[in-house]
């Protein structure tokens, strides 16, 4: 093999020299870099990172460097011999900080040369001029626009690796299979490297496959597993069964994994490339996650459900024979309060399920709340047919029913955790984390901020946000205020009489929540100003903090559930009025929602997988909507989240409603 790759690299030697392009090797000495090795041959540095994108970074002392001879001159750029420019497309969701980095440049010397952007925003799709400073280039970093969302290779998993020459005809897709990674890996551990050349040496993983990894014929093809992606619907997809896929694939003998390269029947028509196909797969999967769904009309599977519902009521801690004795830890104990409030809401969803004809057995049991008493539940109990778990409540408990259901793929749903949990294949976290919620409110800021007069504020505690904050709203102005503390003085300075002012204020100090309130509602008597945030702690529902001063201040902040309208919940309201004579709390209706959205996705598909292949959009109840997505190491994670806005008369309502 290793004489057969030789062959291949002098064969594109031969090939180049034929268009008569010269090329020797130069061994690297002490001292230099690939400015004076450029220099010293009279031909550019891009010349020689061409042929050795490992060039890029540190040049070891005795190393071989392939120099193509020429008798040509440098370029020159329009303005400097110094200054060279790549021209750059813009990607969804890109800004000029993004771009500043991945491309190693001041976002002012990007507008220096596309003036358009200091009174416009980056477009999708439109082309810009990135300026790089040829003297630097030996220590500068080139991102392609595929690179942006890649780790660099310091920050690497995948410890071990090995070199391998490209082939000719070699695509990444075939790479990444013969050595057993993902491309994304593949990527990530050459990010210099944007398009395979054969004769080029990048960096792989040390597993190697025995077969070949050129496609010899037209019959098959590569295909990176996608998020939410099954073996089910692949074969459905490719038209072959899911045991031929197994004798063409041996590794999927240890399950499907995001990333994972297929080998499969070949269904393209020649007029997209892969990055093409990517692309526009990505931005159908945005369109449809916009979709709100209604599954009550696409009703197929009525095979009764059986649902187990865990939580920890924690039983055995109370006397059974007293009845004062529930009523006390009911009163004191506020989990199994949760736990009761929940249920309920689970049983009415249960009735209500009835009227679509989707018929339930449910079981519940008791956790008490810990982990070994799960295991003993599962073990003791017959969950083969069980179609879904939900439950348990607390994070230690929840991860132990996965680990412990996930040999039978029996889905886990987590109900109220907003806890980030180990990664399993059958593990839905339900509850959007607090960063889920946080980048929600950085994506509303950054789509609708445009044209406003953006002001941070924040303490010290919350540095990381106010960093994130700036770097996706460059042009903002911060205030750093004293610990507790801020005069309508200090923010009148940087407040705009023209424009709408947006403050983002970032605190859980109660002291410094109150005053900065105050001083805006003040200051919003003769200056448009609308309040954020993007994490409504228990700071903001403080008795010292005004509701009306929020209420004139249009506060805004990302929220898992919303206020439900009382006219269009009146039915479940007096529902659960005539059972429990009580108004139902934010448990209840949580346990209603994900208890129906699971009922209606189980009775609309084979199975739960099944439905978030076939329905990609959002579905939405009382308070609650839910769309996951496939976290990158197994299972998946609801991603939908309200931004809840306050008005004067202190209603809430939906400020990015679909």
Known sequence: ????????????????SASAQEFKYHTVEAGETVYSIAKSYNIS??????????????????????????KQKKEVSAETEDIQFITHTVKRKETLYRLSKDYNVEIDEIKRFNKHLYSEELQRGEEILIPQRKKAAGNTELASSRELDIPRAANQEISETR????????????????????VKELEELNPKVDVLKPGVMIRVGTDVLDE?????????EFYEVKPKETLFGLSRKFDVSQDSLMSLNPALEDGLKIGMVLKVPNTDDGENLPGDLEDLAGDAENDNANKKLDLSSKLSNFNTKELVVLLPYNLNQIDQDSISSYREAILDDRVLRISLDFYSGVKMAVEKAKSFGISTQLKTYDTRRNVQE????????????????????????????????????????????????????????????????????????QKNAVGKNVIIIA???????????TQILPNSRVIFPSEAYLSAEKIQGVLSKTQENWVILESSNIGLISSTTSALNRLA??????????????????????????????????????????????????????????????????????????????????????????????????????????????????????????????????????
């Open 374 to 445: 799960v295991t003993n539940i599962i073990n003791s109990n017959d969950f083969s047919s069980v179609d879904a778990v939900i439950g348990p409540l607390l994070q230690n408990t929840t991860e132990a029913a996965a680990a412990r259901l996930v040999q039978y793929n029996i889905p886990v749903i987590s109900p109220l955790s907003n806890r980030e949990m180990r990664s399993y294949q059958n593990l839905f976290q339900s509850r959007p984390t607090d960063e889920i919620l946080k980048n929600a409110m950085f994506d509303y800021l």
């Open 163 to 182: 070199e391998h020459v490209v082939l000719p005809k070699e695509t990444k897709y075939g790479i990444a299979r013969k050595y057993g990674i993902t």
């Open 212 to 220: 070949p990894v050129i496609l010899t014929d037209e019959v098959f």
């Open 1 to 16: 093999m290793k004489y057969l790759l030789i062959v291949c690299f002098l064969f594109q030697l031969s090939t180049l």
């Open 459 to 469: 303490d010290a505690a919350k540095n990381q946000e106010k960093n994130e904050l």
């Open 45 to 70: 540095e891009e010349a020689i990172y061409k042929y050795n994108p490992d060039a890029k970074g540190n040049l070891e002392v005795s190393s071989k460097l392939v120099i193509p001879l020429s």
């Open 525 to 658: 008597r003769e200056h448009q100003i609308k309040l954020f945030t993007t994490n409504r702690n228990s700071g903001f529902e403080d008795d010292v903090v005004d509701n009306e001063h929020l209420g004139r201040l249009n506060f805004h902040y990302p929220s898992v559930d919303k206020q439900y309208d009382d006219m269009m919940t009146e039915e479940f309201i007096e529902d659960y009025k005539e059972q429990f004579n009580m108004i139902p709390n934010q448990y209840v209706v949580r346990g209603y929602d994900l208890t129906l959205d699971i009922l209606l996705r189980l009775a609309s598909a084979e199975d739960l997988y099944d439905s978030f292949e076939k329905y990609t959009g959002f579905t939405e109840y009382h308070e609650n909507k839910f769309h996951y997505t496939s976290k990158r190491n197994g299972g998946f994670y609801n991603d939908a989240v309200y931004i809840m806005s306050l008005d004067e008369e202190l209603n809430l309502k939906v400020a990015n409603d679909q």
